[in-house]
């Protein structure tokens, strides 16, 4: 099974998969405790990835959706968008257990 997510058009009508919504949840909650946002390994090890590019892919996926936007050349360089954060939000209500790992 592959980590990468399902193409723009896959399964869910381009609308954000489950697991992206998860890793989108992630990076919000990581960058609320600790003012900064995760490296691509820290979620990696955190979803079980075998490479940062799988890691690399959600980052562009979401930003696809506008729910994320990528700094160029900015380590931690990730910022949630207004819409990202509210989907997190809604998310994070609905899966507490994304915080406990």
């Given at each position: 099974?592959?980590?990468?997510?399902p193409p723009e058009n896959g399964p869910s009508g381009g609308a954000p998969t489950q697991r992206q919504q998860e890793v989108l949840a992630y990076v919000y909650s990581y960058r609320q405790a600790n003012g900064l946002a995760p490296t691509a390994r820290e979620v990696c090890e955190r979803?079980?990835?075998?490479?940062?590019a799988a890691a690399a892919d959600y980052f562009e996926r979401l930003e696809q959706h506008r729910l994320l936007r990528r700094l160029p050349n900015v380590?931690?360089?990730?910022?949630i968008t207004e819409s990202g954060e509210?989907?997190?939000?809604?998310?994070?209500?609905?899966h507490p257990e994304v915080l406990n790992g």
């Open positions: 099974m592959s980590c990468r997510p979803f079980g990835f075998s490479s940062t380590h931690r360089g990730l910022l509210a989907l997190a939000n809604a998310y994070l209500r609905e």
